[in-house]
Structure formats: structure tokens, C-alpha cells
């Protein structure tokens, strides 16, 4: 009994209060900034990993790459390191997979007055601004996604994905099934109706004086009497176009596809902003707009959407140049 009275006398006494209202702040402290981080920092599900040998990892690639004596980073942390790569004109920055554990900070937006409190899903801004930065230096960016995080990179080079399946019954691999779609490219250099073969901009294909053998390779690239003897392990990251019989100067490809998505029309093509639709579906092809699986025809009269028809744009190339003539 004595010893209940003498903690509830303690609990009357200022130094008892004094403590109290210390752990209390720092307890509602404690709880506001947990509330807080839990808004900014998002779970995600680890996928298409580089070190990774699951079917959706890229291990493989990896690999393959590396057999090709061509030497792989995989950027775990931040597409911020991108600025710390010398010689950004020989690298390529591929982005596959983009998962939705993005911390996003409050930031100023450049107008003193605003500052943004979120991101979009995927990048950050600041990381999209390096990636952006990384291509203006000369480095390439292969963006590889359809349903994935990665849409708010695409609207920084002006595109937009459907976010919707592509069926084609043009084009459709019947011994695998309608989820696997082959992008069929004849002039895949022809960037626009009237620009003609620009196909001296890809190193696997520029030959300027002709000799069959491409300049990357050769010790006088414009000397056509002055060549040299190609093997299969000379052509590196090229090896695809090397044959015992010649070199494969062809500028047709042959893309199989599985479960696609697509661009969206009014955005995939526009050479103004040097934004060029490479690889297209047929005109067999449509957008599973409602989702259901099936092709949906419309009728105006009674209120029913249809499907969206094709062609899409299932690969567009962007460049920093007009035609990207002057890309290296």
C-alpha cells in the first residue's frame, strides 16, 4: 500500500510531469515520421534482376553479353551513378523491369512557391533528369517495358504506353500460341517516308568506303583497298552479322514478342521532336482496350466501344539529332 501511494506521490511531482511530456513527444515524433516515410517509401517485388536466373530475370543476358568480352554494370542503387560514367558515348544504360520501391523526397519544383511532396511511380525526378543528362552526353538508353514503372521515363522523351495488350492475328507465332506476336521490319533504317537508308548511323552496318567490311573493324575505314580478315570473335557485340560468307548488311528483323503492350498512336511517331516508329504490328493487330481478352468490335449506335485497331508502334527509336545522322 505504502509503496502504491509513494509512485502515485512520484507521479504528482514536476520532474515525474517533466518526463512524461518528454516521452510523449518524442513518442507522437516517433509516429509522425513513420506515418510520413511509409507515404514515400513503396514495397516492391524484386524482378528481371541482371544477377538473377529466374524466368524473368536477365541473367542470361547478362551472360551472353559478357561471352561477347563486352563488360556489364548492373546500377542497383540509382540511375544517379550514370554521371559518373567518363565516357557516357560508349555505354548503354538498359532499363528493364522498373520496380515500384521508389523513396521519394519532398523537393523544390524550380518555383519557389511549389514544392512537389510526391513522384510518380517508377523514377524519381532527379533520376529521370540524370537518365536525360546521360543521353544528352552521347549515351544510349534501351527502355524495354510494357505493364511495368517505367512510363514516367517515357513521358520525359514524349511517349506514352496504351498500358493494354497487343493481339495480332496478322502476325501471331501459331506453333507458340496469340500471346507470342513476331514484329516483322523491312528498312528498318528508314526513319521517315522520304529519308531513305540511314543505315551508316548503326556501327554493325556503317561500311563507308564499301569493302565489306564495317568501319569499326577495319584499319582504313575509307580506303577500300586496304581491308582486313573478320572473325566471328572480332564482331563483338555485331557477331549476329557475321557469317562465313559475308558480312549481313540486311536492315530487316525479325522481333518475337510475348504478351506485348504497345505505344500509343498520337505520341510513337513524330519527326519533328525526332521521335521515329521502327517496328509496327499489321494491320490485323488490336488493342485489348476493355481488357477482356477478346477482340471487341464497336457500334456507334448502340453505345459500344471497340477495341482500338492497328497498326502500333511496338518499338520507337528517339535521338538528340535530326534523323540521328550525327548519333554515334
Not at 18 to 41: E, G, K, N
Not at 81 to 93: Q, V, Y
Not at 183 to 201: E, P, Q
Not at 225 to 248: K, M, N, P, Q
Request: glycine residues 8%; hydrophobic residues 40%; contains cysteine.
Amino acid at each position: 500500500m505504502a509503496d502504491w501511494r509513494g509512485a502515485l506521490n512520484f507521479m504528482k511531482t514536476r520532474r515525474a510531469r517533466r518526463s512524461a511530456l518528454i516521452f510523449s513527444f518524442w513518442a507522437l515524433m516517433i509516429i509522425l515520421v513513420s506515418t510520413v516515410a511509409m507515404t514515400y517509401i513503396v514495397p516492391g517485388q524484386t524482378h528481371q534482376s541482371a544477377y538473377g536466373d529466374d524466368w524473368n530475370d536477365l541473367g542470361a543476358f547478362r551472360a551472353d553479353i559478357n561471352n561477347m568480352g563486352i563488360e556489364t554494370t548492373a546500377l542497383v542503387s540509382s540511375p544517379l551513378l550514370l554521371s559518373e560514367i567518363d565516357h557516357p558515348e560508349e555505354a548503354i544504360f538498359i532499363v528493364s523491369g522498373v520496380e515500384r520501391d521508389t523513396i521519394s523526397l519532398p523537393r523544390f519544383t524550380g518555383d519557389e512557391s511549389v514544392i512537389e511532396f510526391s513522384e510518380g511511380e517508377g523514377y524519381t525526378t532527379s533520376e529521370i533528369l540524370a537518365i536525360e543528362a546521360f543521353v544528352e552526353s552521347g549515351g544510349t538508353v534501351l527502355l524495354m517495358d510494357d505493364f511495368g514503372y517505367s512510363s514516367n521515363l517515357a513521358d520525359q522523351f514524349g511517349l506514352q504506353y496504351s498500358g493494354h495488350r497487343l493481339y495480332d492475328e496478322g502476325s501471331y507465332a501459331a506453333e507458340l500460341g496469340a500471346d507470342y506476336i513476331w514484329v516483322n521490319t523491312r528498312s528498318a533504317f528508314n526513319f521517315t517516308t522520304n529519308s531513305g537508308s540511314l543505315a551508316t548511323i548503326h556501327p554493325c552496318l556503317k561500311d563507308l568506303d564499301n569493302d565489306g567490311v564495317i568501319d569499326i573493324l577495319d584499319p582504313e575505314p575509307l580506303d577500300p583497298a586496304i581491308s582486313a580478315f573478320v572473325t566471328e570473335a572480332d564482331a563483338g557485340l555485331c557477331a549476329h552479322r557475321y557469317s562465313s560468307d559475308g558480312w549481313d548488311f540486311s536492315e530487316n528483323y525479325h522481333l518475337l514478342t510475348n504478351a506485348p503492350s504497345a505505344f500509343e498512336k498520337a505520341t510513337s511517331y513524330n519527326p519533328v521532336e525526332n521521335r521515329y516508329a521502327i517496328g509496327k504490328s499489321t494491320l490485323d493487330s488490336y488493342l485489348d482496350t476493355n481488357d477482356d481478352g477478346n477482340l471487341t468490335v464497336g457500334f456507334e449506335s448502340l453505345g459500344i466501344e471497340g477495341d482500338e485497331q492497328g497498326p502500333f508502334a511496338v518499338y520507337v527509336r528517339y535521338c538528340e539529332d535530326r534523323l540521328c545522322i550525327d548519333a554515334d
